[in-house]
């Protein structure tokens, strides 16, 4: 099957697991793990903050970046499709007490109007208040969005004039970097606290990194402690992070421009695609103009020998490109998704 459901079905290249054999290790918790510092080192750098902790998960991440920016009783606002809202389990609520404010965006994206009416002061005396902002770059319920980097500055000075703390989750921020064409830190250096996935289009079997201020993941030391996240010869996997960052990084580009060109083979082929959505990796099929229900479609392709998954929205399914995915899968993917959704007679892919 050609594998298109998420980044995160790779499997480690040949040299990642030379790197990971070979990798220097130590007790992370007692910080003596030499691979694990220079990951974190790197990727402060590399996102324009002072530290980073390595941590087993994205989503442990974004939860420990919650609660070192609020109290039980707080109130987080984020867009109302976004990763923290919709797939962490109410871990917001759960590790941190914070109440959650979802709000409308517009591809992944709110506005400073919603930020400032949505932290205008509480009709409560006793200090209840929205106190941290979530955003994410790229959007993974929008399909792989990017946030333009004036619109994003524009949210980010409302967030700061209002006094919130900026949390980002960036769990596909270097996919962000890629399609702007800007380092990292152009905008990351911008948050309070970052985000970023290993296990995505880096290709690594697993890790992630909270980037702050030294004071904020000093703070994040110990909330690791508290999550289980705190590890012991972890430098085995960090490895597999720092040659990610060696090698995988800048092939990302590759993996955009072998979604647009299977969106565009696609859209030939007529399906619905609105090509204007596809920005990075991601490239959203809406199976609603072919009358198909959404498992349904689902099932069929895999029968055909693609793999595609489903999405926050019934009628749309997505096709997302990575690491083991090659201009061969690609033509092969842009006959077999039309054949297997019922159209004849598919242009080649271009
Ligand atoms: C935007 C975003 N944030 C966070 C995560 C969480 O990553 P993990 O499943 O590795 O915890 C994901 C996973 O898909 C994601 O897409």
Redesign the pocket.
């Known amino acids: 099957m050609i594998d298109l459901r998420?980044d995160?079905v790779t499997q480690p290249t040949p040299g990642m697991r030379r790197a990971i054999a070979g990798a220097a290790v130590g007790d992370e918790q007692k910080r003596e793990d030499p691979t694990v510092d220079e990951l974190q080192r790197r990727v402060a750098t590399l996102l324009g903050q002072q530290a980073a902790l390595f941590v087993p998960?994205?989503?442990?991440?974004?939860q420990i970046a919650l609660k070192l920016h609020s109290r039980p009783g707080d109130v987080l606002l984020a867009d109302e499709t976004?990763?923290?809202l919709v797939?962490?389990y109410g871990g917001a609520a759960a590790h941190a007490g914070l109440m959650s404010l979802g709000l409308t965006g517009v591809n992944g994206r709110i506005s400073p109007e919603q930020i400032r009416g949505a932290a205008a002061p509480s009709t409560k005396i006793a200090d209840q208040r929205v106190t941290v902002l979530s955003l994410?770059n790229?959007?993974?319920n929008a399909g792989g969005r990017v946030w333009p980097l004036a619109d994003l500055e524009a949210v980010v000075a409302t967030a700061r004039e209002v006094g919130l703390a900026l949390h980002l989750?960036g769990?596909?921020l270097l996919n962000a970097a890629t399609s702007l064409g800007v380092p990292p830190a152009t905008f990351t250096s911008r948050f309070d606290t970052v985000?970023l996935?290993l296990?995505?289009g880096l290709g690594c079997p697993?890790g992630?990194l909270l980037a702050g201020s030294s004071e904020l993941i000093e703070r994040a030391w110990r909330e690791k402690h508290l999550f289980g996240g705190a590890m012991r010869q972890a430098g085995i996997v960090a490895a597999a992070g720092v040659y990610a960052l060696d090698h995988h990084v800048e092939r990302l580009a590759d993996d955009h421009a072998r979604a647009r060109r299977l969106a565009e083979a696609l859209t030939d082929a007529g399906l619905a695609i609105d090509l204007e959505r596809v920005e990075s990796n991601f490239v959203q099929i809406d199976v609603a103009p072919l009358g198909l229900d959404r498992s349904a479609a689902l099932t069929t392709l895999r029968e055909a020998g693609v793999g595609l998954s489903a999405t926050i929205h019934p009628t749309v399914v997505r096709a997302v490109t990575h690491l083991d995915i090659t201009d061969e899968d690609i033509d092969r993917a842009a006959e077999l998704i039309p054949r297997g959704l019922g159209i004849a007679a598919p242009v080649a892919a271009r």
């Not at 998960?57 to 974004?62: F, G, I, L, R």
């Open positions: 998420s995160t998960t994205a989503t442990m991440a974004n976004s990763h923290v797939y962490e994410e790229t959007h993974n989750d769990a596909r985000t996935c296990s995505k697993l992630a």
